[in-house]
């Protein structure tokens, strides 16, 4: 979907003006990435290579103790078709390990403390951003890192670069923290974290447990808390109903387990908050708007209808892409939700406040005495601001602006292009055109809508070497690392009052140092998590 057809789904699902709606809170659980360029591992401080070479025995050792722990854990995908063909598993019963790597990636230390935080005060930019609803209007929140290095300083100066920022759907929290619980005790490797006996230690020369700082990742329980706080905040059903929260999945989710990590931390934290799966594609069958100023949205049990919950909130890991809206009724849904009284994550304002365009608007360079886009949402002169500008990276429009006829230029030139990644407004991965490949595919698209991509300045981060298990086989060599860090943000609609703010644990995403995208869904990345060198 480009600018113009989500523009105008989106004016169909035409947003109560604020102030009018029967329920001012939204919602947001937000995750950004960035990529870390990192020159020095752990292991190099030790003397020795990262990760260290392995004897084939060491390596089918380390593969089946991490195939048993992530099936035994629950660190699971549903299996693509080319892996496990649909007519092998007619039930849908199969799971396989999810993609991950052996050991856990060295990421500078400097440049993970910065994204996480900075979280807060992302939190605070784009809740503004949201309730900005001209600006949107005008211009029609994940927010992902990687390391910068400028190769230009000596020695290289490291920075955390901000690739995007995700508002809708953001995914692998879940997986995140069993994948840093796993290499926390793979890494340990010794008997005592396995519960193996002393005679089967992983690995002949066992990195010594505690000669690696490995964060845990506390994303479950952060995006969990943010959801059971939304939860909290909307008042108890006056209509004498229970409430409830609405998880709105895809049918056809292969990333499932993830989500449900996420419904058994609320299930076990707040036994009182129900959680039920419902896919985009069925909103109108079992939901309804109750006919009253308040606009409650009514979600009945499917299989007993009698039964109603209010639903106090939906958290979205639908509705981002074209391939949930094929027809009007779709749009018709999610308008239904959009008018309802329940706590959107997100609601369709932070939705568009997420998009790559904001992002541009916000990011791009201007003459210094021109006023900052950020002045328009928050303080820009205060030592918090100045960390945001730290990780912001050049990027530029691609309409008939002067920026954007500059920017024209770039994008054509066989040269200057190899600097740059066109991006469309389009999320989930597999949607890039980088460097050389840029001028051929914006001569493939008419110019009218040349206006819908934006041009980024590429972030260049060091490789790092890693070791893949991904569908059982083994892929060893130069990797890129991409750091995300969840955030939860809860604020009044109507008040701008932000009720809560918090930074939600992380993720780390690594992909072959030869591949351009890192979505570990879209098969080209994978889970790991940090060695803070
Ligand atoms: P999507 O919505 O598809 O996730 P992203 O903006 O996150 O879009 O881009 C997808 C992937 O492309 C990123 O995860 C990253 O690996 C790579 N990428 C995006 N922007 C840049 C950049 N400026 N420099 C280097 N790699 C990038
Ligand atoms: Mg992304």
Redesign the pocket.
């Known amino acids: 979907m480009d600018v113009a057809q989500r523009g105008t789904g989106f004016q169909h699902t035409t947003q109560p003006k604020a102030g009018t709606e029967p329920l001012w809170y939204r919602f947001a659980a937000q995750k950004r990435?960035s990529?870390a360029s990192v020159v020095m591992s752990a292991a190099v401080a030790a003397g020795s290579s990262y990760p260290p070479h392995l004897t084939d025995a060491e390596q089918d050792n380390l593969v089946l103790t991490i195939k048993d722990w992530s099936i035994g854990n629950g660190l699971a995908i549903r299996p693509p078709p080319a892996v496990i063909p649909a007519n092998a598993d007619p039930a849908g019963i199969a799971a396989i390990n999810a993609p991950v790597t052996l050991f856990p990636s060295p990421f500078p230390r400097i440049c993970f403390e910065q994204g996480k935080a900075v979280q807060r005060t992302y939190n605070d930019l784009y809740a503004a951003v949201s309730r900005d609803e001209e600006f949107l209007a005008q211009i029609v929140k994940e927010s992902?890192y990687?390391v910068h290095q400028d190769a230009s300083t000596s020695p290289p100066s490291l920075t955390a670069k901000q690739?995007?920022f995700n508002t809708i759907a953001s995914s692998f929290g879940g997986l995140s923290c069993f994948t840093s619980r796993l290499h926390r005790l793979a890494l340990n490797l010794t008997s005592e974290a396995l519960k193996l006996t002393p005679e089967y230690p992983l690995l002949d020369k066992a990195i010594p447990a505690g000669s690696l700082d490995l964060p845990e990742s506390t994303a479950v329980q952060g995006l969990a808390a943010g959801i059971e706080a939304a939860f909290n905040t909307y008042p108890p059903s006056e209509l004498g109903h229970s409430k409830c929260i609405i998880f709105l999945v895809q049918g056809d989710e292969r990333n499932v387990f993830d989500q449900r990590h996420l419904e058994y931390q609320i299930a076990s934290s707040s036994p009182g908050a129900p959680v039920f799966r419902l896919a985009f594609s069925d909103i109108l069958t079992h939901t309804t708007v109750a006919d009253t100023p308040k606009r409650q949205l009514l979600y009945r049990l499917p299989r007993n209808p009698e039964k109603v919950f209010e639903v106090a909130v939906i958290y979205m890991r639908a509705g981002y892409g074209p391939g949930d809206y094929p027809n009007q009724q779709a749009w018709d849904a999610r308008y239904q939700l959009e008018r309802s009284a329940a706590i959107k994550c997100p609601s369709v304002l932070t939705q568009l406040a997420g998009t790559?365009k904001v992002q541009q608007v916000l990011a791009t360079p201007r003459p210094s005495t021109a006023p900052s886009m950020l002045g328009r949402f928050i303080k820009d002169d205060t030592p918090a601001a100045g960390e945001l500008w730290k990780t912001f990276?050049n990027i530029y429009p691609m309409d008939t602006s002067e920026a954007g006829l500059e920017a024209r230029k770039k994008a054509l030139d066989p040269e200057a292009c190899q600097a740059y990644?066109l991006?469309p407004q389009?999320?989930?991965?597999?949607?890039?055109i980088y460097r050389g490949a840029i001028p051929a595919f914006l001569k493939s698209v008419p110019e009218e809508h040349w206006g819908s991509f934006i041009l980024?300045?590429?972030?260049t981060p060091p490789p790092v070497s890693n070791i893949i298990l991904r569908n059982g086989t083994i892929e060893q060599g130069g990797v890129i690392c991409?750091l995300g860090v969840y955030g939860t943000c809860l604020w009044n609609q109507s008040s701008g009052e932000v009720l809560r703010n918090e930074e939600a644990g992380y993720l780390l995403r690594t992909?072959g140092d030869k591949s351009?995208?890192?979505?570990v869904a879209a098969g080209y990345g994978c889970m790991d998590s940090c060695s803070l060198v």
């Not at 389009?426 to 890039?432: A, I, L, Q, V």
């Not at 351009?516 to 979505?519: F, I, K, P, R």
Request: no cysteine; charged share 45%.
């Open positions: 990435t990529e992902d990687m690739v995007e790559k990276t990644v991006k389009r999320e989930g991965g597999g949607n890039n980024m300045e590429l972030i991409e992909k351009e995208e890192g979505g």
